[in-house]
Every structure is written in structure tokens, then in C-alpha cells.
């Protein structure tokens, strides 16, 4: 049985275990009880399931995020603002030289569609790929009753105006009663004191942003807390390890809040090691263009990321006009 999910590029077939198979260009997508495989003539290439629907998730509610998503070493997507590349074995020298690597692009919404009938369809009651690894559950074995979670939690439900103020109409966590994270309870969260002079009540407010991020039960994924034009400052809680390596097409500032993440960076073109990283709370670094990087926090940690959304940057870097590093020494 096949039912179309795109006229042009994809289909969905059934397998023998219940889950569906997804085809998108010349990829095939299926899964079994333990692993993703994915075909796309040339080779195949498996991912333990728990990662690849890990990594598929954020893809997803990132919208796939500024540059490169690594799932792993051989497969991942890269953002063109409106098209996505979805590439297999392209960053990895063995596949490069046995002349199996291969890449195709297809508009955002056409892969949105088939990666999100993906994880409706490969994801069961009982696992979550967004939560905390104490809680994430497992993917592994036969298909089960349709997933109750919502994978897209955390990323849609922005507030109208500063967090608390009138006009925000989005229910807050803290107000919804969403608990502290245990990994933050050694934390203190003061309410701001804020005194307004006559004439500017309800225009004048604060919160400690950090007992906002501190209740949330998703990890690495980042919401903007501040927009001022195209400079973003993007806050989020870290536990365990990245689900993804990231590869950068812009620069972007990291400022450790608290605790500490292990970055390991690696050149982005070939996945060669280029160093390594322990930021603790209170220091800033600089994650270049040219690089990908995977994050490790031995515990929930809480990090603050400056991205600059200006359209213009990806081409500028590729061609050269601009280092790809932002500070020279």
C-alpha cells in the first residue's frame, strides 16, 4: 500500500512491524524495532532510532535552525532559508572518497511534511525525544499506541510582550504551576524589585528569567527571551549532551549562566577535531562560521546564546567576504 505524501518526491509504504517507510527524492526512510536506515541508492547508512528521532525532533522545531544539523557523522540537513539540503555522507571524507556521498534540496514545507508524518508515525506512547534522559523513555521495539506528547512544545508559544506584563496573554509556565527542574533547585529566584515613577504604571516591568527557564522540561532548545532587529539573545537549559552536532553559518556568542558544557568543536567541511571547550558560569566564547560543534552538560546548566538573524550573513561567509571568526587578537 503506498499513500502520497508529496505528488513529486515522497511516499509513504506500511512495513511488516507497522511502521511506515518515507521516501523523499531519492532517500528512503525506514525503520525497524532498533535503527533508522537510510537508503539513497549509492549506500545506506543505519542511526540508532533514539538518536536519529532525537535529532529529527529539533530539527523540526528549529526549522532547521542557522546552517548544519548533524544527526551524526554521515547524515543531516542544512538550511537555505526557504529550501533545505538533505545531505548523506557530503561532510565525511571516507564517503567522499568511495563516491557515495550525495545530497538533494527540496523546499522547507515539502521536508517538514514527510519528517513530521515521521515522527507521528515512529514515535510511541511512553517515549519523548524532548524531555529530560531520565525521562525520555525509550523508542526502541514494535510500534505502539500513538504518541500523547507534543513535539512541538517549546517552541510555539511566544509571548505577545514581556513575560507577566498586560497584554501577554500566553499562559507562563510558573503560572501554569510548572515546577522547578530538580537540577535547579540550588537556585534562588528573587522576584525583580521594580519602582515606576507616577504616570508609567504597567509600561515598566522585569522577571528573573531565570526561574522561567528553570521549569522547563525540554533541553537545548533555545527561546529568543530578546529581539532587537536582526540580534537575537536566545535562552535555554542544557542536561546530558546536544542531540545534534551543529555546523555554523554565522558566528554566534556563547554566555554561560550557570554550571559548565563541555563543546567539542570540529572542522565543518570535514569533522577533523579542532578543540575543545569547558565553559563555566560566566564565561563567553565565540563559535565560528566555519565549524561544528556538539555540547556536554554534566548537569542541567543554563546557557544564553547571541545569534544575529541578518539574512545576508550565510552568503557572506561562504564566498569569504567576511572571517569566519568575529574577533581577531
Known amino acids: 500500500m503506498t499513500r502520497a505524501i508529496s505528488e513529486t518526491t515522497s511516499t509513504r509504504t506500511e512495513s511488516e512491524l507497522g511502521y511506515a517507510s518515507y521516501r ?3 532517500y528512503q ?3 525497524d524495532r532498533n535503527f533508522v536506515r537510510i537508503d539513497w541508492g549509492k549506500a545506506a547508512h543505519l542511526i540508532p532510532v533514539d538518536q536519529f528521532m532525537a535529532a529529527l525532533a529539533r530539527d523540526i522545531g528549529w526549522k532547521f535552525l542557522y546552517g548544519w544539523i548533524f544527526f551524526d557523522d554521515v547524515f543531516g540537513t542544512v538550511n537555505h532559508y526557504g529550501q533545505v539540503e538533505v545531505f548523506a555522507g557530503k561532510h565525511n571524507p571516507a564517503y ?9 534540496t527540496f523546499p522547507t514545507e515539502e521536508i517538514l511534511a514527510v519528517f513530521r508524518a515521521m515522527t507521528q508515525d515512529w514515535i510511541s506512547e511512553g517515549y519523548d525525544p524532548l524531555a529530560v534522559p531520565t525521562q525520555t523513555g525509550s523508542a526502541v521495539g514494535p510500534k505502539g499506541k500513538p504518541a500523547s ?24 509556565s510558573d503560572a501554569a504551576g510548572q515546577p522547578i527542574n530538580p537540577s535547579f533547585a540550588d537556585l534562588t529566584f528573587d522576584k525583580p524589585e521594580v519602582t515606576v515613577e507616577p504616570g508609567f504604571e504597567g509600561q515598566l516591568h522585569a ?52 554550571d559548565e558544557i563541555h563543546w567539542t568543536i570540529q572542522d565543518k567541511d570535514t569533522g577533523s577535531a579542532r578543540g575543545r571547550v569547558i565553559m563555566r558560569a560566566g564565561d563567553v566564547c ?3 562560521a566555519d565549524i561544528r560543534h556538539k555540547g ?6 543554563m546557557l544564553l546564546v547571541l545569534e544575529n538573524a541578518c539574512a545576508e550573513l550565510p552568503e557572506l561567509y561562504a564566498r569569504g567576504a567576511l572571517p569566519p571568526y568575529p574577533v581577531e587578537f
Not at 567522499?96 to 538533494?104: G, K, L, R
Not at 522547563?216 to 545534534?244: G, K, N, Q, Y
Open 207 to 258: 522577571v528573573n528569567v531565570f526561574d522561567h527557564i528553570a521549569r522547563s522540561e525540554v533541553t537545548w532548545i533555545p527561546s529568543t527571551v530578546s529581539a532587537t532587529r536582526d540580534s537575537l539573545f536566545c535562552m535555554s537549559s542544557e542536561e546530558h549532551m546536544l542531540p545534534v552536532t551543529h555546523g555554523n553559518d554565522r558566528p554566534e556568542w556563547f554566555i554561560q549562566l550557570t
Open 96 to 104: 567522499i572518497q568511495a563516491s557515495v556521498a550525495h545530497a538533494e
Open 29 to 31: 526512510f525506514s525503520r
Open 24 to 26: 523523499l527524492g531519492e
Open 149 to 172: 506528547v507534543s513535539l512541538t512544545r517549546g517552541f510555539t508559544t511566544p509571548a505577545r510582550r514581556l513575560l507577566g506584563m498586560s497584554g501577554d496573554a500566553q499562559p507562563r
Open 286 to 288: 565565540a563559535m565560528p
Open 296 to 301: 556536554y552538560a554534566p548537569r542541567r546548566a
